[in-house]
């Protein structure tokens, strides 16, 4: 069955950066798109960034653009967001998430806090 796990959360203060991995299994990694979402305390889950089936293309939420970088690893069937300049408002618990032939599939999550 699809499986998305989530790892690299935790604390950090503000301007620090951690480095998120999804690890993919289930379906075949390659021919799909991934996304990083997030969902704050008392906030409806966001859509963060995007990152094509290959890798050349991404795209990002204007919120962490320049700050936060999507990739993959194909070979591997992993998913990374490296996150820099960390801000408090960044605080949330981030998903992983691929939209297959069956519908979309979810990561159960990882927190993210960022505060002094």
């Known amino acids: 069955q699809v499986q998305l796990v989530e790892s690299g959360g935790g604390w950090v203060q503000p301007g620090g950066s951690l480095r998120l991995s999804c690890a993919a299994s289930g379906f075949t990694f390659r021919d799909y798109a991934m996304s990083w979402y997030r969902q704050a305390p008392g906030k409806e889950r966001e859509w963060v960034t995007t990152i094509s089936n290959t890798g050349s293309g991404t795209n990002y939420a204007n919120s962490v653009k320049g700050r936060f970088t999507i990739s993959r690893d194909n070979d591997k069937n992993m998913a990374y967001l490296q996150m820099t300049s960390l801000k408090p408002e960044d605080t949330a618990v981030y998903y992983c998430?691929?939209?297959?032939?069956?519908?979309?599939?979810w990561g159960q999550g990882t927190q993210v806090t960022v505060s002094s």
């Open positions: 998430r691929v939209i297959l032939w069956s519908g979309a599939a």
